[in-house]
């Protein structure tokens, strides 16, 4: 089990054992999604998607009541123009699909306010632990926007009334109330928080590195497809899986009563 850390500016990187944590460190601005904390965010995405070793990325914040406040406002109203505005918001599609083509599976550890495009942010990830004092939410419209970049994953997430309810009149719900509505996996008392986490991750990452990543590729690439196409699709992936080692050694030791020896092939 190794420990690494790598320095950024608006983020911190740090691996434990086999588990990536990437904290939002921007308190002055409520860890406000701006063009470099994003690209930070994408560069730490990269590293624990490249490194064997981890096998569970946590997203966090180092705020005590704020996960983030979602898009950079002041980038939004300031006097860039449209074409550079353009391509800052790429880069949350770019975060969107880099958490989507992982490998890995990912975890929100909401101990604060999810609001806005990190909402979006929360969403593309796989799980989401919740604070009983966090709340959820996309406050645009009642600055004069529209939450458009993700408005996608709130459709795929929630059902449909609820996302209108939440997109047109631009309300906060409480974790409980995320939950309810699909949002949310889990929702704890903040003194539960860290336990919570800490076994989630462990159980992640006694899972096979290889057979996860399969299966995440296979989750991030059915999702939108025809019935039968997925159907197709996920049964040339079941026909891979079992011709893995892991996956024979898996069932051999269910039978054998012992923990399995993953060895990624």
């Not at 806005?116 to 004069?144: H, K, M, N, Q, Y």
Request: with cysteine.
């Amino acid at each position: 089990m190794s420990e690494s850390s790598q320095s950024f500016e608006k983020i911190r990187y740090e691996v434990t054992g086999h588990v990536a944590t990437i904290t939002l460190d921007d308190p002055e601005t409520r860890n406000a999604l701006s063009d470099q904390l994003l690209s930070e965010l994408l560069s730490a995405l990269a590293l624990a998607k490249d490194d064997y070793a981890v096998r569970v990325v946590v997203l966090a914040s180092s705020h005590e009541k704020v996960f983030s406040a979602g898009g950079n406002l002041a980038g939004f109203g300031g006097e860039a123009g449209t074409v550079e505005k353009f391509t800052g918001a790429s880069l949350f599609t770019d975060a969107f699909k880099a958490l989507g083509e992982l490998g890995k599976p990912s975890i929100v550890a909401a101990e604060g306010h999810v609001l806005a495009g990190s909402l979006g942010l929360a969403l593309a990830c796989d799980l989401i632990l919740a604070s009983e004092d966090a709340t959820f939410g996309t406050p645009e419209i009642t600055v004069g926007l529209f939450p458009f970049m993700i408005m996608a994953l709130i459709y795929r997430n929630v059902g449909r009334k609820k996302t209108n309810e939440m997109l047109l009149l631009g309300e906060r719900i409480s974790a409980k109330d995320a939950q309810a509505a699909g949002m949310v996996n889990k929702v704890v008392r903040p003194e539960l928080f860290e336990a919570n986490l800490e076994e989630w991750t462990k159980q992640l990452a006694a899972k096979s590195p290889l057979i996860m990543r399969m299966g995440k590729d296979a989750m991030w690439r059915q999702m939108d497809m025809p019935l039968v196409e997925a159907l197709d699709y996920l049964r040339s992936q079941l026909a891979i899986e079992l011709s893995t080692e892991d996956a024979i050694e898996g069932v051999k030791a269910f039978f054998e009563k012992r923990e399995p020896e993953w060895k990624g092939r």
